[in-house]
């Protein structure tokens, strides 16, 4: 599975942007999906992520309630709408995919997309 993530961009405080994160590959559908976000001079994190079907979704702590992250398997693309923005939302975003993403490295990675949030 190759990965592709885009919609990144420069946005103020409050606002909104949209990620979205192509596959390529039939095993798309079979794969849990994950966001994960790296500031400058942090740790990488994790932000979401859904299940193969779409069913289960669950978020960290610091963007519950204002990120939702959804899937169109016939599409083979993975969202997360991002609300409200701050400026400590402001990372390098990645998608990833596996069996599991949020308890072990998941094996599949995009590049990223930079979003920055001013204040």
């Known amino acids: 599975v190759q990965l592709q993530a885009s919609g990144g961009g420069l946005v103020q405080a409050g606002g909104s942007l949209r990620l979205s994160c192509a596959a390529s590959g039939r095993s798309f559908s079979s794969y849990h999906v994950g966001w994960f976000r790296q500031a400058p001079g942090k740790e990488r994190e994790f932000v979401a992520d859904?299940?193969?079907?779409?069913?289960?979704?669950y978020y960290a702590d610091s963007v519950k309630g204002r990120f939702t992250i959804s899937r169109n398997n016939a599409k083979s693309t993975v969202y997360l709408q991002m609300n409200t923005l701050k400026p400590e939302d402001t990372a390098v975003y990645y998608c990833?995919?596996?069996?599991?993403?949020?308890?072990?490295?998941?094996?599949?990675w995009g590049q990223g997309t930079l979003v920055t949030v001013s204040s």
């Open positions: 859904i299940s193969y079907s779409g069913g289960n979704t």
């Open positions: 990833a995919a596996g069996v599991s993403v949020r308890y072990t490295d998941p094996p599949y």
